[in-house]
């Protein structure tokens, strides 16, 4: 079945850490999207991609950085997790073609930095 | 500034109490207006999609309608199931622009 992915689900982690959000999706969709939201507030775009190799940074301010080596997969990083990263991360993939199919989002990653 | 804004923040209906979320929005350029329906710990789940003034488009007891300005997401007899965070989203160019949502309660 064609989908979207994202591990893990919940992550508890310590200050300073390194730690990677893996994307993963089987639609062969050409653009993937990474978004944060907090409670009661909009998702803010912080990375997004149009295909292998393409990267670019969102309309939020973040200290992320993102890859695209294979269709399918956009893993997001932070080299350094700090309690200001707390959030929950949407991940997000579109047809290039058919603005009109909308979104389709993974379940997220509820992140917690203490 | 680009901008999608909703109201209310939150709605209590009883079972079978129509009513009706609003989404107004200022994108430039807009090429399509999303409506999304949240439940807690999940990413949004695609409704509709509104291309032009006027459109409108149904599922079940939701219907959708756009106007120049606003967007409205009219709700038939709901549900108990219909209970959720319900997001609008404008579309112009690099991404979607959400707004904060409203989260609907029904109660029976």
């Known amino acids: 079945e064609a989908d979207i992915y994202q591990t893990p689900r919940y992550l508890v982690i310590g200050t300073g850490k390194k730690i990677t959000l893996e994307c993963s999706q089987t639609?062969?969709?050409?653009?993937m999207y990474w978004y944060q939201q907090d409670p009661g507030m909009e998702l803010h775009l912080i990375h997004y991609?149009?295909?292998?190799?393409?990267?670019e940074k969102g309309d939020l301010s973040s200290e992320s950085t993102v890859s695209r080596i294979r269709t399918e997969h956009f893993p997001l990083t932070l080299e350094s997790a700090r309690p200001s990263h707390t959030s929950q991360y949407l991940c997000?993939?579109?047809?290039?073609?058919?603005?009109?199919?909308?979104?389709?989002f993974g379940s997220g990653t509820r992140l917690t930095v203490v | 500034e680009d901008q999608v804004t909703q109201s209310p923040e939150a709605l209590r209906l009883q079972e079978g109490e129509s009513s009706s979320l609003n989404c107004s929005y200022t994108?430039?350029?807009?090429?399509?207006l999303f409506w999304y329906r949240q439940d807690p710990g999940k990413g949004p789940e695609f409704l509709f999609t509104?291309?032009?003034a006027g459109e409108e488009k149904e599922k079940e007891r939701l219907k959708a309608t756009l106007t120049k300005k606003e967007s409205f997401l009219h709700i038939t007899a709901p549900k108990p199931e219909d209970s959720a965070t319900y997001l609008c989203?404008?579309?112009?160019?690099?991404?979607?622009?959400f707004g904060k949502g409203t989260t609907l309660s029904v109660s029976s």
């Open positions: 639609m062969g969709h050409d653009k």
């Open positions: 989203a404008g579309g112009a160019g690099t991404a979607l622009i």
């Open positions: 509104l291309y032009s």
């Open positions: 997000a993939s579109s047809d290039f073609t058919a603005l009109g199919g909308g979104y389709t």
């Open positions: 991609s149009y295909g292998v190799n393409s990267t």
């Open positions: 994108v430039s350029g807009l090429r399509g």
